[in-house]
């Protein structure tokens, strides 16, 4: 029963009753009054919080969709959430270490509103490293959910406990930032109240990772985008642009006296070209990062040993690399680094059963003060590495050559000799001169050597071993070589025609390695042979052994289809290069031609044929006919043919002679004889022009 001011009970009551009543009734409203209020306020409250936390989420979202810097957005979120909810410190770690030894890094990215406080606990949370395991912040790799703590000093293994007391810290939360499934970062705020879950701020928390962790992942993206700009993609290796721009940068932040602590080296592998024409792109893709891993093994060895030294290997492109030396001992270090190199390289490698054996030219530039760019210092090892490879081509010198001044000039000359090359290839200024290949015993005439002659205005010819190794060295070599092939077919036919064919007679033919790894190398003997209705039996062709062994099998095979065709092989300039029997015993080569050099310097004070001898056996044992090169004595002629050399050529019997004065020689025999064949008959034994006349045909260098 109830009580109203104004109702009949109420009337009967004693005023202290009807006093006591009206306060109570009083209570009961202002009670109700202060519910209505606090229910107001609280909701204000509540929609005042969700509004300032969605406007905290739009501020972080926006820098998040700007920025590819993932940090400042971090430091950002650890501000502004401290700010919103009032909790007193932010912190940030980042994930660190690869698989086996990942783990969450503190570090100095922090935000409270008592930095003074809070330090002692900010400073350890610096040092923290979090690694997989039960407790926040490691826990987050486990599982990657935002984890409450309402009071850290009733978490057992909360390693800050300590400082975190002397901070009056209670509550904690961390938030996992997550790039994809990957945890990439964390957040951890903590608050001086023990605080039940707060499942709004929860999802705040899990909003803000999923922001961050997509600035992770566009810094990932440019981070990769930079990283295939600026590495090989074959090899792994830096390329030529971050190459260049260390050099630049070093160069830059160097005084003009440090500068001298720069070395480049230029590295070109050689013969590489071969390969991937012979064997495919893939083969020479294989061979490159193969041969990047070795020089990678060389640059980890020496900086090992200099640990000071700063060492860059990259790829240049194609088959050049490039390495830049930073050290007090930079001369040491770059010449020690070219010489292993050279070891490195050289064990064979093994690409589609074909043992590889790569080699390397490589040019040395160290800085000094007088230069003025890098750009010259790279030019300048470039110019040794061309020498160095020039250098090798002659089979002279090291295959390591440092740059000095005269080198610009010799670079200089043979770059216009390489134009003249062009400019004499087209306008077929060559000529082709014969020199006789005869037998030892009687002087009869075997065939003829072709030699290419390069005519000068002053009446001079340049010599072959001057304008070859540039023609290689340009790729010049194989138009040139082909033009020397078809006129000496061209030649043969008109003999063959000439004399009736009642001559036996070959014309032997140089042919460069570079022109006999050509894919179509020998479609085109073929087609010439055709076009010039040359007899394959009047053809020879001559290939020196670093043509041969560059791809043995192939070598083999493409011999094979020669001799089918009916034109013989000899193996040139024997003794100067790898002779290894091991690949000859596989090539079907007709015959083998002792260098000059064994030969000519021979005399009756001097002699020492032991080499020579030991090569004549051994072509004996593979049934190979052997000419000896560079006869120029009676002396050397009659000792070759006592150790048992056939065939010969050189001054004492003929000089290379021009065709119509060789066509003559070859008429006024009247039957020569052949290499595979003892001839039956010989009338009239050559006696030799050159040696009496002196022939037109001599090179002068
Ligand atoms: P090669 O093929 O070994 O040719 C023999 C060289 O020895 C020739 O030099 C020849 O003139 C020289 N010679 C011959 N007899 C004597 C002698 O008694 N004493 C001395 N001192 N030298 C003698 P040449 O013509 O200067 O050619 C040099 C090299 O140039 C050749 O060596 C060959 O490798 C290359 N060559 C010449 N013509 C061609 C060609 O058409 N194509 C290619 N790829 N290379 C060629
Ligand atoms: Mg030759
Ligand atoms: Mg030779």
């Known amino acids: 029963m109830s009580f109203q001011p104004g109702s009949d009970t109420f009337d009967v009551l004693s005023s202290d009753q009807k006093i006591a009543r009206l306060e109570r009734a009083l209570m009961r409203e202002r009670r109700a009054r202060l519910d209505a209020e606090s229910i107001a306020e609280r909701g204000l409250r509540e929609s005042y919080l969700a509004r300032s936390r969605l406007e905290l989420l739009n501020r972080i979202a926006t820098v998040a969709n700007d920025s590819n810097d993932p940090i400042a957005t971090l430091r950002l979120a650890a501000e502004e959430i401290c700010l919103v909810t009032g909790w007193a410190i932010g912190h940030v770690l980042i994930r660190a270490g690869d698989v086996g030894d990942v783990r969450l890094e503190g570090t100095d990215i922090w935000f409270a509103h008592d930095p003074d406080l809070m330090f002692p606990f900010a400073d350890a949370s610096n040092r923290l490293v979090a690694w997989p395991c039960a407790s926040p912040p490691g826990r987050l790799f486990i599982n990657p959910h935002p984890i409450w703590t309402p009071d850290i000093h009733a978490l057992p293994g909360f390693t800050r406990s300590d400082l975190a007391l002397r901070s009056q810290l209670r509550a904690g939360v961390a938030a996992p930032v997550l790039m994809g499934q990957e945890l990439v970062a964390a957040i951890e705020f903590f608050a001086t109240d023990t605080l039940a879950p707060d499942p709004e701020l929860l999802e705040l928390l899990v909003q803000v990772g999923t922001q961050a962790g997509r600035v992770f992942k566009r810094q990932h993206h440019a981070r990769r985008l930079l990283e295939s700009a600026t590495r090989d993609p074959l090899t792994g290796l830096p390329n030529r642009t971050l190459f260049e721009a260390r050099l630049a940068e070093l160069f830059e932040a160097l005084s003009n006296k440090e500068k001298t602590s720069l070395s480049l080296i230029y590295i070109d592998l050689d013969g590489f070209k071969l390969v991937n024409d012979t064997m495919g792109h893939q083969a020479g893709d294989q061979l490159l990062v193969a041969m990047a891993s070795r020089l990678r093994d060389v640059v980890k060895k020496i900086e090992g040993h200099f640990p000071e030294a700063e060492i860059m290997l990259a790829r240049m492109g194609g088959d050049e690399f490039t390495v830049l030396v930073s050290s007090a001992a930079n001369v040491v270090v770059a010449e020690l680094l070219a010489e292993k190199i050279h070891v490195r390289l050289h064990p064979v490698h093994r690409v589609n059963d074909n043992d590889l054996r790569a080699s390397a030219s490589v040019g040395i530039a160290h800085m000094d003060e007088t230069y003025t760019s890098p750009e010259v210092l790279m030019r300048d090892a470039d110019v040794a590495m061309y020498e160095a490879k020039y250098q090798g081509k002659l089979g002279i010198g090291p295959r390591t050559v440092s740059f000095d001044a005269t080198m610009r000039a010799e670079a200089l000359t043979r770059l216009e000799l390489q134009s003249a090359l062009r400019q004499a290839i087209e306008q077929r200024a060559f000529e082709l001169h014969y020199q006789p290949i005869v037998q030892l015993n009687e002087r009869n005439i075997v065939g003829f050597e ?22 290689e060295e340009c ?54 042979l055709m ?3 040359a007899h394959p039996r009047t053809i020879a062709i001559e290939l020196t052994e670093s043509a041969a062994v560059i791809n043995p099998i192939r070598t083999a095979h493409m011999l094979e289809e020669l001799r089918a065709m009916g034109v013989r092989v000899s193996l040139d300039d024997f003794g100067t290069g790898y002779s290894s029997l091991a690949h000859l015993q596989v090539m079907p080569f007709d015959a083998l031609k002792i260098d000059g050099s064994f030969v000519m310097n021979q005399d009756e004070t001097n002699t020492n044929w032991t080499i020579v001898k030991a090569m004549t056996s051994m072509a004996d044992a593979m049934d190979l006919r052997v000419v000896a090169e560079g006869i120029e ?19 004492l019997f003929d000089r290379a002679l021009p065709e119509a004065d060789a066509l003559a020689l070859l008429k006024s025999v009247n039957i020569a004889g052949d290499m595979s064949s003892e001839p039956q008959i010989q009338p009239q034994v050559h006696k030799g022009l050159g040696a009496t006349n002196g022939s037109n045909s001599g090179v002068s260098s």
């Open 633 to 651: 004595t009676e002396f050397q002629r009659s000792r070759l043919q006592e150790i048992g050399c056939k065939f010969g050529q050189g001054w």
């Open 475 to 528: 790729g010049l070599i194989v138009p040139l070589g082909t033009w020397v092939f078809r006129e000496a077919c061209r030649t043969a036919a008109r003999w063959s025609a000439e004399t009736g064919g009642d001559r036996i007679f070959f014309i032997s033919v140089n042919v460069a390695p570079n022109q006999f790894q050509q894919p179509n190398f020998i479609d085109l003997v073929r087609d010439i």
């Open 531 to 533: 076009e010039t209705g």
């Open 450 to 471: 072709a030699l290419l002659r390069w005519p000068q205005p002053n009446g001079d010819y340049t010599a072959p071993d001057i304008f070859i190794p540039v023609a």
